[in-house]
């Protein structure tokens, strides 16, 4: 008899979740059925800022696989359908479909709960106006595109200074407008420590954001329904494009209704097999917490490289298979202009809250042999557990070449391995691409003998 | 009382033994004589390619460290001075100062050799000509660019196709001659399995050099005592500069002289302390054998990175101190024109006669997201123990981006993980630097499907 798989939640970690079971089970023993709310499936948010810079022109390049993709792999892909509850009784999801308006109610066998993350919203009035912007949808981007086309903005102010908000500046500086960047933080990227976050700030403000930092925003004004200013600690600055980039929360009250756990980050909790509590639920992408595997702790990373390991572990698991998503580390990068960023692990107030006796370690070299055209300088972190010598983090900021030098790290963080382990490794060498002493194994030496 | 080291050899070996000791103990408890035959310490022989092609200008700026610098750190560093005999009895080397034309002995309480490597020489007739060089020393490269600077030679043959090979090619490729790289191998890059061997042929082939494979040079012939013709499998080409770049061996007659265990490679047997057969003799750089870490067995690797690690490690532990060399894994990474080249672990051929049941596994992507500008191809070959599952080692080859992505497999390779492992780190990702699954993970995952 055949059995029925229904994914809520049509991006990375559902249609992952989909297209892997679709490949190990044919089509008359499992039926797939996938709700998604929006009109786009499988895209890259993180493709967004581009799209806004003019980097990528077209949209649609920016979609994985559509939902005729999918469909030609099996899938019912049901799109613009909004599921609105679960019932493990009778083992049913109730749906809205938005375009038909009408609703109704479909049996599982196996359920995927992919319903990603919300955008947090600014407790700001005047939020409503024509010109403010959040970044979460393909739609955002594309409407941001068509502002700066038809609007011809001059100004604009951007709330967040993430990953995304960075981005969202850089993008819109790109395109000839004025930038004001503005958090409530000490510093841009709040996963960094503070030294470096201090070498950020001074780089983004270098290419020309206004970078305004433990400053929060009062209000949006607007005329004739188009925002005109935005009121930061009583000063009114120009704005006729306003972007919040304010980060996202776990989208897991759908499964919080129906029963099921929800940790203490709000995130959807899975084990490493990507279950939930309830049996035959599994849970994929940025609705769930899951496992650091150095604080030990739950976290909620809304990321889709996540998104995808995870998925394809609940495709593979909820058909009979055996695999394991065994966490995350926090591994990020992103650009600025030309300045590239990257961290991995724990931060140093990470590691103290974590309850290791973190040391931080800076060290400032180049990215290739000194003497060689285009050696630039990169600056290291490195956060080290002061009684083991166990390398608990790194962080990297520098021009090109420097930000994927954090995956090497993060493959020694993966591994615990120590910072004398890591001065050992063997890592390529020619003058093009590294001094004699690597960045990466210059850091661990000197921290080795800060050590002692 | 005060006790004398005495290192032979003022490269990357020795020095980083002396400047290490320097620096551990005071100038009145440890005297540090070193001793090198040419006229350099510390340079950067893995520069001299740059230097031909006027990527570098200056000759000094690949000195690491003056012999002026060195003796401003308390080293008595003697230039051409040429150890030729040490005496395990009473404790002395015997020295040939070349410049005074005078011998001497000098007594030891503690010795480093870092005789360093000879490049292996080409048994053809001819070779003594004007017009044909090595690549060894800094006196090579600046003899080739003045050649090139007052000869103007039209027809380069450059023999040999291993990674000083092909940086030569290209480097006189730049400088506007023809350029013919003869190689008995199969393959460029003895390094490399067959199959990425090939897809580097075909670069090397396409940016313009006449790379001939599977062919001997039979004779060089001379006009007027400098050289015109090579003569390969009885065909004559024209060629008004040679350069022959054939490797190395290690150079450890002097220590076998002596009675010090020399291995089976030719290299002096150390252990993981840098320690020689014979008491308080230690060795670094490129006369030393080394342990692979995979393959388990030793391996001569000249490369500046492991003689300056072992260079410390020997200078730590001959002031009393404990530090270990824990061995190598081969990695390499290179570049021609656009095109890079890395390597890590075990290829094919090696791990088989290493004792594996290896699986190669072949895996072409891109170095961004595919939709960003400046997305490259990237072809990967992954050696994996078809049993185990264990990564043993890994090939990259492709445009900017590639080759350090070796480091990440290099780490990978290091700490024995699988390609499950492997697929599920938590590895960087933003469009400019990565695609979703970046190609680490993906050719990882390709590995695990098809090892099934």
Redesign the interface.
């Known amino acids: 008899m055949s059995e029925r798989l229904v994914v809520v939640g049509g991006d990375?970690g559902g249609m992952s979740a989909a297209a892997t079971a679709s490949r190990r089970r044919d089509r008359d023993s499992l039926e797939i059925v996938a709700f998604e709310r929006s009109g786009f499936t499988s895209y890259?948010a993180?493709?967004i800022p581009?799209l806004v810079g003019g980097?990528?022109h077209d949209p649609d390049?920016?979609i994985?696989r559509s939902p005729e993709e999918h469909r030609a792999h099996g899938i019912d892909v049901r799109m613009h359908h909004d599921v609105t509850a679960i019932d493990m009784t009778s083992r049913t999801v109730a749906y809205r479909d938005l375009g038909a308006r009408r609703d109704g109610t479909v049996g599982f066998d196996h359920l995927v709960l992919a319903t990603g993350a919300s955008p947090i919203q600014p407790d700001v009035p005047g939020t409503d106006a024509r010109g403010v912007f959040g970044v979460q949808h393909l739609d955002d981007g594309i409407a941001i595109r068509r502002e700066i086309a038809e609007g011809r903005p001059k100004h604009a102010v951007v709330v967040g200074a993430g990953?995304i908000g960075i981005?969202m500046a850089e993008a819109l500086l790109s395109q000839g407008l004025q930038v004001t960047m503005i958090d409530r933080g000490e510093h841009p990227m709040p996963t960094l420590d503070p030294d470096m976050g201090a070498l950020l700030a001074n780089a983004i403000r270098r290419i020309g954001i206004d970078l305004r930092l433990e400053q929060t925003v009062d209000a949006l004004t607007s005329e004739d329904g188009h925002v005109r200013r935005v009121v930061v600690e009583g000063e009114e600055l120009p704005a006729d494009l306003v972007v919040f980039g304010l980060g996202v929360r776990p989208s897991s009250a759908l499964a919080a209704d129906a029963g099921i756990t929800v940790g203490p980050t709000g995130g959807v909790t899975i084990d490493d097999h990507a279950r939930t509590s309830a049996p035959d639920v599994f849970a994929a992408g940025d609705c769930v917490e899951t496992f650091h595997r150095v604080s030990r702790e739950p976290v909620a990373i809304a990321?889709?490289?996540?998104a995808?390991?995870q998925g394809r572990v609940a495709g593979i698991n909820l058909t009979g298979g055996d695999a394991?998503?065994?966490g995350?580390?926090?591994?990020?990068?992103?650009?600025v202009c030309a300045l590239?960023v990257?961290r991995?692990g724990l931060s140093e107030a990470m590691a103290t809250a974590a309850g290791f006796e973190p040391r931080g370690i800076r060290f400032d070299g180049t990215t290739r042999?000194s003497?060689?055209?285009g050696a630039q300088e990169i600056q290291v972190k490195l956060v080290v557990d002061e009684s083991s010598g166990r390398l608990l983090g790194a962080q990297v900021l520098g021009e090109e070449?420097a930000?994927?030098?954090?995956?090497?790290f993060?493959?020694?963080v993966?591994?615990e391995?120590t910072v004398t382990e890591v001065?050992?490794?063997?890592?390529?060498?020619?003058?093009?691409?590294?001094p004699?002493?690597?960045p990466?194994?210059a850091a661990a030496r000197v921290a080795v003998a800060e050590l002692g």
């Open positions: 990375a890259s993180c493709g581009y980097i990528v390049t920016l994985a990953y981005e990321l889709g490289t996540h995808n390991k394991v998503f065994p995350v580390i926090g591994t990020a990068v992103s650009r590239e990257g991995t042999a003497y060689f055209p070449g930000a994927k030098r954090i995956d090497v993060a493959v020694c993966w591994n391995m001065m050992e490794l063997d890592l390529g060498y020619a003058p093009p691409f590294a004699l002493w690597d990466v194994v």
